[in-house]
């Protein structure tokens, strides 16, 4: 018998079918299982997130996992929890040894959410507010001495370049490694980068950070003059700036390789990362006597408390300097 003429109650039965009985539609029927298992007003708070706020992918992720660790521990309506059931859930986190920092993200992502539910849902009390939540322990950024920024950016045209490698890859390396230092760009923003950010006229970069938003920062001479030699050789006049030897763009992963390799031809005795230019161009900046609100427009920090932490870095090598310099120090 065809499946039309299929009388009612086979019909009925095969609404039942289990996801083994049914290879055809287990991957449809999984998706609504999914999805009914998730919450409602957690989808809702990520979808305001992406649409309202313009939140990156890497922020919407922490936050579902931050949200979805708790509702795991906790069955308990949303609108119905309490103080005590967040300190339960505080001391769970703790009791797993996890940075203070990590801590502090996910209770970040869930006070967030109270704020919106109290916004969207009217609810009248967020619990997460009652909590105290441990203090992170300020670490002062490590930054590089003027000279040994000079030592790493020298390093591309010194080492022998590998044998696979086009002859364009080390003119690359130094302007990566040139525009960091110039510019103060997040790793993710530099590798973001298209020939069209870069204008030549107004020796400035337009970058998209945080949350999409655009900023423009100045460009030194000397990185300018890199990028111009890269692309020259590299014959990179539209699209991604940064390109690796298949010619696509450069991933953030090989931005870290490439600073690694050049690392272990130089003195320095610390292992940096892209950051620590990032910081170290802050710093260096500050040392100088650019004044704070300016150099947090170009590391577009949303908040100058973020910024301020350089401003401890240069007493600490004001207070060093000092005391190696000063005969009654």
Not at 311 to 316: A, G, I, L, N, Y
């Amino acid at each position: 018998m065809s499946s039309e003429c299929a009388s009612p109650a086979r019909t009925e039965t095969s609404r039942k079918t289990t996801l083994k009985d049914s290879p055809r539609d287990s991957s449809t029927l999984l998706g609504m299982t999914r999805t009914a298992a998730r919450d409602s007003l957690t989808e809702e708070f990520l979808r305001y997130l992406a649409v309202e706020r313009n939140a990156s992918r890497r922020t919407l992720k922490a936050y579902r996992q931050a949200l979805e660790a708790f509702r795991a521990e906790s069955k308990i309506p949303w609108k119905k929890c309490t103080a005590d059931d967040f300190r339960a859930h505080l001391f769970m986190v703790m009791k797993r040894e996890q940075a203070r920092s990590y801590v502090r993200l996910q209770f970040s992502a869930l006070r967030t959410f109270y704020r919106f539910l109290a916004d969207r849902k009217k609810l009248g009390r967020d619990p997460v507010r009652e909590l105290q939540l441990p203090k992170i322990d300020k670490k002062l950024p490590l930054v590089l001495t003027r000279g040994q920024i000079e030592e790493l950016l020298a390093a591309p045209l010194k080492v022998d370049k590998q044998n696979a490698a086009p002859g364009w890859m080390p003119l690359r390396d130094v302007a990566i490694m040139e525009l960091f230092y110039s510019s103060g760009l997040r790793l993710s923003e530099l590798a973001a980068l298209s020939v069209a950010d870069v204008d030549l006229y107004t020796e400035s970069v337009r970058v998209f950070g945080k949350g999409r938003k655009e900023r423009e920062c100045p460009i030194g001479f000397p990185a300018l003059e890199a990028i111009q030699r890269y692309r020259a050789a590299a014959n990179v006049h539209s699209g991604p700036l940064f390109i690796n030897k298949a010619r696509k763009r450069i991933s953030t992963r090989s931005i870290w390789l490439v600073l690694k390799r050049y690392l272990r031809h130089t003195s320095i005795p610390i292992s940096i990362s892209p950051h620590k230019l990032r910081h170290s161009f802050a710093t260096h900046m500050l040392d100088r006597g650019a004044d704070l609100r300016s150099v947090q427009a170009l590391l577009g920090h949303a908040s100058l408390s973020t910024t301020q932490i350089y401003t401890h870095v240069t007493v600490e090598r004001l207070k060093k300097a000092y005391a190696d310099a000063h005969p009654r120090a």
